[in-house]
Nanobody, 119 residues
Framework: QVQLVESGGGLVLTGGSLRLSCAAP???????????MAWYRQAPGKPRELVAN???????NYVDSVKDRFTISKNNAKKTVYLQMNRLKPEDTAVYYC??????????WGQGTQVTVSS
């Protein structure tokens, strides 16, 4: 069964940094290369929101609230997408989910990883 495996969440103080990883170890490399990857987050009592995505061509898009603080990147050889989060704020506290989609109709969610930013 194809899965996405997330890691890297945790507790950090305001202004700190974390890097989230999302690996797709069972994907065939050629099909992983054709994926668009994204990170979403969901805070308690709020809807899930798109944080950032990265296309097959490497173009990245961000929600305004994280621009200039977060960076999404993709390593096709490792079949992994990353979210580098700097200058974290308490309002970044949420469960972060990675998401994968490709031209063949595959849509997968990761299991979620908790990020807590303490003031």
């Amino acid at each position: 069964q194809v899965q996405l495996v997330e890691s890297g969440g945790g507790l950090v103080l305001t202004g700190g940094s974390l890097r989230l990883s999302c690996a797709a170890p069972r994907f065939i490399l050629s099909t992983f290369t054709a994926t668009t990857m994204a990170w979403y987050r969901q805070a308690p009592g709020k809807p899930r929101e798109l944080v950032a995505n990265i296309t097959t061509g490497g173009a990245a898009n961000y929600v305004d609230s994280v621009k200039d603080r977060f960076t999404i990147s993709k390593n096709n050889a490792k079949k992994t997408v990353y979210l580098q989060m700097n200058r974290l704020k308490p309002e970044d506290t949420a469960v972060y989910y990675c998401y994968l989609t490709n031209p063949w109709g595959t849509n997968l969610w990761g299991q979620g990883t908790q990020v807590t930013v303490s003031s």
